[in-house]
């Protein structure tokens, strides 16, 4: 049987909700405040899953320092006190909405780990909405 | 693949925990202090969890402002400050376990959203005792 | 310099606000939803503050263990699953208002603690609703 | 004996920590990562703290609805999903720190309030950072 | 459809990680902190989640009391204020990771269980590192 | 009026609560689990407290950046993973209880902080059980 082992991680970032190919009033109609052309924030809360099998030698299924250096690295130090819509590569093109940053942030750390481990994100943009991918 | 988006609602109600069918004396062996005739209460908060496929034209699943409006108008304003054993028409004839609660509100849920999605409720009646449906 | 400890401690109870001099109009109207005939109910989180000076043979301002059984034989045991309107003596003539909850538990625990260690107690019916007494 | 009530309230907000009477490398070195020109964000949670007596009559210091109301629509409503740095009056010449936050809204609930209550605010701009005033 | 229910208890233990066959500098290089020889310590919070049907008589999945008993008889007394290398048998021959004692309280907790009920545990070694058996 | 700033910072850490003056059956009688002489341990969640008055400059009370920098150093680096009764030069003469931790913390941060600031110093051993120094 298999065994999931999660890390916490958290990052501070503004960003807007906006679709470039709408008008203003249709963006603010769907995205409402949060749709403000001077952008606000959140303070957000990462949750790496990560799962597969014990090894028998360490008693880990990952080194969760390893772990957490991997998301500081390439999520953390990428997205912490950033404007999402304008300092992130990733969403120049993509609206930074909660499920498409969890789905960013799945890409990115999908490549590093090895394919033996199964993963899955959540994350908290606030403490009474949050997402998770893959459901 | 999927994602799941979560949306956190809370509301404060009393119940008592009661089979009509049974002796006082097998309800209050059973039930224990939660069978007090004269109720007690929770802080109920309240975790609905939808899963389907991100709109690539918002990167929302669901509109969180929506979903968090469809809870309120269904089911908090139903039970918040609320006695559930008398006031909530569901629990007329239905034990108010969390159990019961959690698969109550998820009925409730399910006629409202799109067959699209899937829905799963989490409830808590503490922070130590809590219940999710479906499985 | 003095140092302060603190335990906390939780029970489930029912209540109603309501002044028994009032009309039932004037009732609905100050008190609202809290009026329900039938009751509502809270998680209560309840801190209990003592302050003195350590004890340089145990290094414990007060033994913890002994400040947790005092709390539950004397609070938690008599107001868990409890309706306060109904079942508890104190507020058969005093509305269990937040404030008067924290007020009836403060004279509860101020006669049991030796008179060396001053006390405050923290009172939490909801998480967004708290009181403490004395400020 | 006096007694406090608080009461939770949160916003979300972007700002940039920045003193326009420096320059751009003085404050890079004193500001560091929160002095993004593009600016960042954070849910900021807010407890507002009332002291005085209780009312006999209610058995309330101060009709937490009435209060809830008041922080919503002078502070809350005000900052909410707002650039603190752009959109906020308060802040158009005064840098957006916690303590400064933590001031200018202690400074608009403190005229709202009657002169017989004692006011506090607490501001946490995360969780392992915040401040309080009066101290 | 199945229903899940959760109960959370928690325990403060000491430990060390450590692979008897490896020499001092390979634990070392691998622990790090984690292998100080001289310990160190948790407040460990374990959620048990039970799946199954709820019973139409009672509106129960299982009676959350029992479960609760059950947990602190086989799992919480014996580890609770423990140091899980020295005095815990199932870790006389077993590295003491997260994953291993979620495996450990999950063979105790099975072995207990009527077949009917399906068992998960989670446990928490800190609010940033936690782990789920089976996944 | 002068303002607080509060900084969270955490360790983990064993101990045991003994007095070497009294014999095992006082220590055990009076310390219960807590006296085990293999030790047991805790996540410890340290809030640090200055007060003083606002830079008017940065509106900053005291940079947080360097007050974290400066628990780490001085507290966290020397306790984390640690055993406080072997490894932690302050606690070879005296009894590691929460109180004395808190004290010893406040000793270390005092000298170090300029003296315009206040300090105080809260110790969270569990999330029930936790001290303030000085009141």
Redo the contacts between chains.
Sequence with gaps: ??????????F????R?H?PRWSDEKNAR?????N?P??????YELIVQV?GE?DP?????I???VLSDLIKEHVTEKF????LS??VEEFQD???????I??VIWRILRQLLEDKY?LKVKLYE??????????
Tied chains: 1, 2, 3, 4, 5, 6.
Excluded: Q, W
């Excluded at 769907?30 to 949060?34: I, L, P, T, W």
């Excluded at 030698?57 to 299924?61: I, N, P, Q, R």
């Design positions: 049987m298999k065994i999931s082992v999660f890390r916490k991680e958290h501070n970032a503004a960003h909700l679709n769907v995205f409402g405040k949060c403000n001077n952008y606000h924030g959140h303070n799962t014990v030698e360490t008693g880990y299924l080194d969760m320092k912490d006190h950033k404007n304008l300092d993509l609206n930074p909405s909660a499920e498409n969890a789905i199964e606030t403490e009474r909405n949050f997402v998770e991918f893959p459901a």
